[in-house]
């Protein structure tokens, strides 16, 4: 019923870019927010960027002045601008999708690599 397909991620060098996008298909309405998380081996998942339906955005202190996040809420699509990669940011990055009612959708990751 409900799809949230991640694209966009790969193996960059240290200092590159990648920029993932999120799809949200199927029976969701009224969604409040969009997000991204991300996990690591061996890592509890983390929040990396969340954006709400009217634009108030939050941000990991890890990322913070190197990712940005934005959303286009009539496609139900979602972004995370990756600047400045660093190897620490190595991780499945996971697409997530809130309803007004606080209930959440996950996708199933894409995976980004980022190694010389």
């Known amino acids: 019923q409900v799809q949230l397909v991640e694209s966009g991620g790969g193996l960059v060098q240290p200092g590159g870019s990648l920029r993932l996008s999120c799809a949200a298909s199927?029976?969701?309405?009224?969604?409040?927010?969009m997000g991204w998380y991300r996990q690591a081996p061996g890592k509890q998942r983390e929040l990396v960027a969340r954006?709400?339906?009217?634009?108030?955005?939050n941000y990991a202190d890890s990322v913070k002045g190197r990712f940005t996040i934005s959303r286009d809420n009539a496609k139900r699509m979602v972004y995370l601008q990756m600047n400045s990669l660093k190897p620490e940011d190595t991780a499945v990055y996971y697409c997530?999708?809130?309803?007004?009612?606080?209930?959440?959708?996950w996708g199933k990751g894409t995976l980004v690599t980022v190694s010389s």
């Open positions: 199927g029976s969701i309405f009224s969604i409040s927010a």
């Open positions: 997530n999708v809130e309803r007004l009612d606080s209930i959440g959708y």
């Open positions: 954006i709400t339906s009217g634009g108030s955005t």
